[in-house]
């Protein structure tokens, strides 16, 4: 019995990577969900299981304008698992775009961020 995956993007819809990415999965994956997360949010929960997969320093964009804007006590934050969740959650521009998310039934199998051809070739080739 084949299992149904299941494919979510997550991202902003006018960053460059997130629309190559989108395209790619078009091509590859036309039935795969993208969520806005500026516009449809993100929860504690969700940004927790992505840290089950990736660290934080994967996760959060230290190069990027959004971070470059905390105050040094916010950075310091990051340090921590909880201060990282709270940072995600008041500014999701802070988030490695996109963020690929694989599940199933049984719950996610794989997360990933950022985007290339040769990097989603070879996740899809594990599913």
């Not at 190069?63 to 105050?71: D, E, P, R, V, Y």
Request: hydrophobic content about 35%; glycine content about 6%.
């Amino acid at each position: 019995m084949s299992r149904t995956i299941h494919i979510t993007a997550y991202g902003i819809p006018n960053c460059d990577t997130v629309k190559k990415a989108r395209v790619w999965l078009q091509a590859h994956h036309p039935d795969f969900v993208f969520h806005d997360f500026k516009k449809q949010g993100l929860d504690q929960v969700l940004i927790e299981n992505w840290l089950e997969h990736i660290g934080s320093d994967q996760l959060i964009n230290r190069k990027g304008t959004s971070w470059k804007a905390l105050s040094d006590t916010q950075k310091q934050s990051a340090d921590t698992r909880t201060g990282a969740i709270a940072l995600m959650l008041n500014n999701p521009s802070l988030i490695k775009r996109p963020v690929l998310q694989i599940s199933d039934e049984d719950g996610i199998h794989h997360v990933s961020v950022g985007f290339s051809d040769s990097q989603f070739s070879n996740i899809f080739s594990q599913f």
